[in-house]
């Protein structure tokens, strides 16, 4: 068997370049397409999604699920979430996990990516054991970075407690773009070598070494890459589907899909990434290669963070001073993987450190959890002068961080209750209260609009068949339509009326 593919248009590609607002009725156009290609997985849904879609778009996120769902009847979907801290941004109780795998493979969820921004499995445990026991298919992430702690004998050491969790496969969640090709064959073949699942790999093209970090990797023995289609990827997106398709068609390494059917599918979206760069939604800079991330090991999105950290306290003279800072906060604070949302809390130190003019003279509680242990166990200890110059006598956590969370999952319930209209709406307000609360208001308020009748498609029709129409929708109090119609446009030609005619007869219920 070749290797197999993910597309990720639906989900990570849309998330990366347009801060995730493509639309479900976007999607819904093309789903049937992508369905029939052959890939491994979709990848549609978690990540920010669920946030952006109510926030931003005013939708849905469990509509969503279950409309693509609805559409995509062979291809398995899939979806990213962070572990104890689902799609939210703070670690949950067991019972709100437990219940949100449930619900999310109940509307059709399929592949669950579990990952950890500190890599400590103790906070993806209870997620693959709740998606395990729905009947999903659990996939494990070690989320690669580099450091001088992270080697290979520490991601094998990862993948295989992992493995031993009950995970049915691994990803190699590469957010940065950091890995490089030949490092990218060292890691796939030593995990090859010690995991019996498949491996999967995900990178972002931000560096630009990507696509040659999948042949690498490809060569090695990975079993299934993150691709995008065309013009949704490359940038801060991930490799294009269809050059690493051509790339290896009739080579021991086949994907086996079709090249002109990706092209249709690339037709789709070709308009519309047109359409979010008219709109300022894409900005042509992220479609860039930044070689800084190779550099700084910086993401980034990180560093545009930072830039408009430092403009906001009119620092940006400083900005050199502290990429320089940023690595010496990341090893005080015993090199946490730079992701969400590790990468904000050492960015957002580094910068105070450097506009203070003292290094920890303000230190953010996020920065404090991070030292504390609330987000888990850091790859490496902090350092006793760091712990206690931001503890002072405070212990910190050893434990797993969520055996400190009590059940919470009926406490939200009350407090939601007057919101829920479905069982799932508990879990959009567990997540995000403030943007769901808003979300929920929204939804009663369009609900409780007067609906105006849907005018009909007047395309190509004679304007006086359209006037008439018109009079007819307009006279609602008209008991036959269709006399009526006719009677105003008795002057018409034969043709025009029995156009007429047939809008009538696919509108006769609006009448």
Same mark, same amino acid.
Not at 116 to 141: S, V
Not at 354 to 367: C, L, Q
Not at 486 to 491: A, E, K, L, M
């Given at each position: 068997?070749?290797?197999?593919?993910?597309?990720?248009?639906?989900?990570?590609?849309?998330?990366?370049?347009?801060?995730?607002?493509?639309?479900?009725?976007?999607?819904?156009?093309?789903?049937?397409?992508?369905?029939?290609?052959?890939?491994?997985?979709?990848?549609?849904?978690?990540?920010?999604?669920?946030?952006?879609?109510?926030?931003?778009?005013?939708?849905?996120?469990?509509?969503?699920?279950?409309?693509?769902?609805?559409?995509?009847?062979?291809?398995?979907?899939?979806?990213?979430?962070?572990?104890?801290?689902?799609?939210?941004?703070?670690?949950?109780?067991?019972?709100?996990?437990?219940?949100?795998?449930?619900?999310?493979?109940?509307?059709?969820?399929?592949?669950?990516?579990?990952?950890?921004?500190?890599?400590?499995?103790?906070?993806?445990?209870?997620?693959?054991?709740?998606?395990?026991?729905?009947?999903?298919?659990?996939?494990?992430?070690?989320?690669?970075?580099?450091?001088?702690?992270?080697?290979?004998?520490?991601?094998?050491?990862?993948?295989?407690?992992?493995?031993?969790?009950?995970?049915?496969?691994?990803?190699?969640?590469?957010?940065? !773009? /950091? @890995?490089?090709?030949?490092?990218?064959?060292?890691? *796939?073949? $030593? %995990?090859?070598?010690? #995991?019996?699942?498949?491996?999967?790999?995900?990178?972002?093209?931000?560096?630009?070494?990507?696509?040659?970090?999948?042949?690498?990797?490809?060569?090695?023995?990975?079993?299934?890459?993150?691709?995008?289609?065309?013009?949704?990827?490359?940038?801060?997106?991930?490799?294009?589907?269809?050059?690493?398709?051509?790339?290896?068609?009739?080579?021991?390494?086949?994907?086996?899909?079709?090249?002109?059917?990706?092209?249709?599918?690339?037709?789709?979206?070709?308009?519309?990434?047109?359409?979010?760069?008219?709109? !300022? /939604? @894409?900005?042509?800079?992220?479609?860039?290669?930044? *070689?800084? $991330? %190779?550099?700084?090991? #910086?993401?980034?999105?990180?560093?545009?963070?930072?830039?408009?950290?430092?403009?906001?306290?009119?620092a940006l003279d400083k900005y050199d001073?502290?990429?320089?800072?940023?690595?010496?906060?990341?090893?005080?604070?015993?090199?946490?993987?730079?992701?969400?949302?590790?990468?904000?809390?050492?960015?957002?130190?580094?910068?105070?450190?450097?506009?203070?003019?003292?290094?920890?003279?303000?230190?953010?509680?996020?920065?404090?959890?991070?030292?504390?242990?609330?987000?888990?166990?850091?790859?490496?200890?902090?350092?006793?002068?760091?712990?206690?110059?931001?503890?002072?006598?405070?212990?910190?956590?050893?434990?797993?961080?969520?055996?400190?969370?009590?059940?919470?999952?009926?406490?939200?319930?009350?407090?939601?209750?007057?919101?829920?209209?479905?069982?799932?709406?508990?879990?959009?307000?567990?997540m995000l209260p403030q943007v769901a609360?808003?979300?929920?208001?929204?939804?009663?308020?369009?609900?409780?609009?007067?609906?105006?009748?849907?005018?009909?498609?007047?395309?190509?029709?004679?304007?006086?068949?359209?006037?008439?129409?018109?009079?007819?929708?307009?006279?609602?109090?008209?008991?036959?339509?269709?006399?009526?119609?006719?009677?105003?446009?008795?002057?018409?030609?034969?043709?025009?009326?029995?156009?007429?005619?047939?809008?009538?007869?696919?509108?006769?219920?609006?009448?």
């Open positions: 068997m070749g290797v197999r593919i993910t597309e990720t248009v639906l989900r990570d590609a849309h998330q990366s370049l347009i801060a995730t607002r493509m639309r479900t009725e976007d999607m819904l156009p093309i789903v049937e397409k992508l369905d029939a290609i052959g890939y491994h997985s979709l990848e549609a849904w978690g990540g920010a999604t669920f946030d952006a879609s109510m926030r931003f778009l005013n939708e849905d996120p469990w509509v969503r699920l279950r409309k693509i769902k609805e559409v995509a009847k062979k291809t398995p979907l899939q979806m990213l979430l962070r572990g104890q801290n689902l799609l939210g941004y703070k670690h949950y109780a067991d019972d709100v996990v437990e219940y949100f795998i449930q619900k999310a493979i109940a509307n059709g969820m399929d592949i669950m990516r579990i990952f950890d921004a500190l890599n400590d499995p103790r906070n993806i445990e209870t997620a693959i054991k709740a998606c395990k026991k729905e009947g999903g298919h659990a996939q494990g992430c070690i989320c690669y970075t580099v450091s001088p702690v992270h080697s290979l004998e520490l991601f094998v050491k990862d993948a295989k407690r992992i493995e031993s969790m009950g995970a049915d496969s691994i990803c190699i969640k590469d957010m940065a !773009g /950091l @890995l490089v090709p030949y490092e990218a064959y060292e890691l *796939v073949k $030593a %995990l090859k070598e010690n #995991v019996k699942v498949p491996v999967q790999l995900h990178t972002h093209y931000t560096s630009g070494v990507a696509s040659m970090t999948y042949i690498k990797a490809i060569e090695a023995g990975v079993d299934i890459v993150d691709c995008a289609i065309s013009p949704m990827a490359m940038g801060t997106s991930q490799p294009p589907t269809e050059p690493l398709v051509a790339t290896l068609k009739d080579s021991p390494y086949d994907t086996g899909l079709d090249l002109e059917k990706l092209s249709e599918i690339a037709d789709y979206f070709r308009p519309l990434k047109e359409k979010y760069i008219e709109s !300022g /939604l @894409l900005d042509v800079k992220v479609m860039g290669v930044d *070689v800084n $991330a %190779l550099i700084y090991q #910086v993401p980034g999105g990180m560093l545009s963070n930072l830039v408009s950290q430092l403009k906001q306290s009119n001073e502290v990429l320089k800072e940023v690595p010496r906060v990341r090893e005080d604070f015993g090199y946490p993987p730079l992701v969400t949302p590790t990468s904000q809390i050492v960015g957002t130190q580094a910068v105070l450190n450097v506009i203070t003019g003292e290094r920890y003279k303000m230190v953010p509680k996020e920065s404090k959890g991070i030292v504390k242990g609330e987000y888990g166990k850091t790859p490496a200890p902090v350092s006793e002068e760091i712990r206690n110059k931001i503890l002072g006598d405070e212990k910190p956590i050893t434990c797993r961080p969520a055996d400190l969370i009590e059940p919470e999952l009926d406490k939200i319930k009350n407090t939601a209750g007057e919101y829920i209209e479905q069982e799932e709406d508990v879990l959009s307000y567990a609360e808003k979300f929920f208001k929204q939804r009663l308020e369009d609900r409780n609009k007067p609906v105006e009748p849907a005018a009909p498609k007047t395309e190509g029709i004679n304007p006086e068949v359209v006037a008439a129409i018109s009079a007819v929708v307009a006279d609602m109090g008209v008991r036959d339509g269709r006399q009526y119609a006719v009677g105003n446009i008795s002057r018409l030609n034969n043709q025009n009326r029995w156009g007429l005619y047939g809008m009538l007869d696919r509108f006769r219920t609006k009448l």
